[in-house]
């Protein structure tokens, strides 16, 4: 055998280099323990895919959630029956934004965690990994919520593919510790233009949608579970702007009282922002929570 030469080092340097080039594009491999950890996120990477720890979860409770009670009752009802083994549906919520989607799926995931619920969150571009994540879990103990958050589409979007062939694929059937909960601002999740209806026409006094409609209805159709949330009324937006209020200055140690002032001020903050909802709610109690807070600070704590 001849020895090395002097390019052996230089040779051994390259390959070290080319490897780490590789490690710097593998995802993390050392997994979720479920034991631990309620939550997890899919991580994608050029060679696959692995599942890490998703920390700083929203503390949200379903007593926290107002104004949504028959959505929370059917998908708290939903989760319940997948916990207990019984048939339960992939969920879609969808509606106007910050009116609580995504706070019901985590405080649901908080609520039955204890009871062996987990979540793993998917972002959009990894849904072509559905069927390895559904795999990867079919052997835990556990029962999984796959969390696609804020979804949407365009038509020619490969991720738009993959979801709709997970739902009505074999995916799920063969799985059964595995749904998706997805939230959307949008009821079909693919956008809808005034063009897509020009090609509707009428058999026999029948309307027959055109092509471009059906293939948009067709993905959330698969979702067996529709929860439709709608902009808050005046009455449903300050009750929970009242509820966050006391709830905050509770935390802070902060002496608040909700009255007909602090009822115009959170009336003319969802104004400004032209909208009432539940996220708008909660940053107006941030803002007068923080505010006394800071004020009571500045005093030496003797003032709220």
Same mark, same amino acid.
Request: glycine residues 8%; proline residues 3%.
């Given at each position: 055998?001849?020895?090395?030469?002097?390019?052996?080092?230089?040779?051994?340097?390259?390959?070290?280099? =080319?490897?780490?080039?590789?490690?710097?594009?593998?995802?993390?491999?050392?997994?979720?323990?479920?034991?631990?950890?309620?939550? $997890?996120? %899919?991580?994608?990477?050029?060679? !696959?895919?692995?599942?890490?720890?998703? $920390?700083?979860?929203?503390?949200?409770?379903?007593?926290?959630?107002?104004?949504?009670?028959?959505?929370?009752?059917?998908?708290?009802?939903?989760?319940?029956?997948?916990?207990?083994?019984?048939?339960?549906?992939?969920?879609?919520? %969808?509606?106007?934004?910050?009116? !609580?989607?995504?706070?019901?799926?985590?405080?649901?995931?908080?609520?039955?965690?204890?009871?062996?619920?987990?979540?793993?969150?998917?972002? &959009?571009?990894?849904?072509?990994?559905?069927?390895?994540?559904? =795999?990867?879990?079919?052997?835990?103990?556990?029962?999984?919520?796959?969390?696609?958050?804020?979804?949407?589409?365009?038509?020619?979007?490969?991720?738009? &593919?993959?979801?709709?062939?997970?739902?009505?694929?074999?995916?799920?059937?063969?799985?059964?510790?595995?749904?998706?909960?997805?939230?959307?601002?949008?009821?079909?999740?693919?956008?809808?233009?005034?063009?897509?209806?020009?090609?509707?026409?009428?058999?026999?006094?029948?309307?027959?949608?055109?092509?471009?409609?059906?293939?948009?209805?067709?993905?959330?159709?698969?979702?067996?579970? %529709?929860?439709?949330?709608?902009?808050?009324?005046?009455?449903?937006?300050?009750?929970?702007?009242?509820? %966050?209020?006391?709830?905050?200055?509770?935390?802070?140690?902060?002496?608040?009282?909700?009255?007909?002032?602090?009822?115009?001020?959170?009336?003319?903050?969802?104004?400004?922002?032209?909208?009432?909802?539940?996220?708008?709610?909660?940053?107006?109690?941030?803002?007068?929570?923080?505010?006394?807070?800071?004020?009571?600070?500045?005093?030496?704590?003797?003032?709220?």
């Amino acid at each position: 055998m001849k020895p090395l030469g002097k390019g052996s080092g230089a040779l051994a340097d390259l390959a070290r280099q =080319a490897l780490e080039r590789i490690l710097d594009v593998l995802p993390e491999t050392d997994g979720v323990d479920w034991s631990r950890h309620r939550a $997890g996120r %899919w991580r994608s990477g050029p060679v !696959g895919g692995a599942l890490a720890p998703l $920390g700083h979860l929203d503390p949200i409770e379903l007593t926290d959630l107002l104004g949504v009670d028959d959505q929370k009752a059917q998908l708290v009802a939903n989760t319940e029956q997948f916990l207990r083994g019984f048939p339960a549906n992939n969920a879609l919520l %969808w509606g106007s934004r910050g009116t !609580g989607k995504s706070s019901l799926v985590h405080a649901v995931l908080n609520r039955y965690a204890p009871d062996g619920l987990r979540l793993v969150e998917v972002d &959009k571009e990894a849904l072509r990994d559905v069927a390895t994540i559904v =795999a990867y879990l079919d052997s835990e103990p556990y029962r999984y919520v796959l969390f696609c958050d804020d979804l949407s589409f365009e038509a020619d979007d490969a991720s738009y &593919k993959a979801l709709k062939s997970a739902l009505e694929g074999s995916v799920f059937t063969q799985s059964e510790n595995v749904l998706i909960y997805a939230t959307s601002n949008r009821r079909h999740l693919l956008a809808e233009h005034m063009s897509d209806n020009t090609s509707a026409r009428h058999v026999d006094g029948e309307l027959h949608e055109a092509e471009a409609v059906e293939e948009k209805i067709s993905l959330s159709d698969r979702f067996g579970l %529709w929860l439709s949330f709608y902009p808050f009324r005046q009455d449903d937006y300050l009750r929970v702007a009242r509820h %966050w209020f006391e709830r905050l200055g509770a935390d802070e140690g902060v002496a608040v009282r909700w009255d007909d002032s602090t009822r115009q001020d959170a009336l003319r903050w969802a104004l400004a922002r032209g909208v009432r909802s539940g996220r708008t709610a909660f940053h107006f109690a941030r803002q007068r929570i923080g505010a006394a807070a800071l004020a009571r600070s500045a005093d030496g704590g003797r003032s709220s």
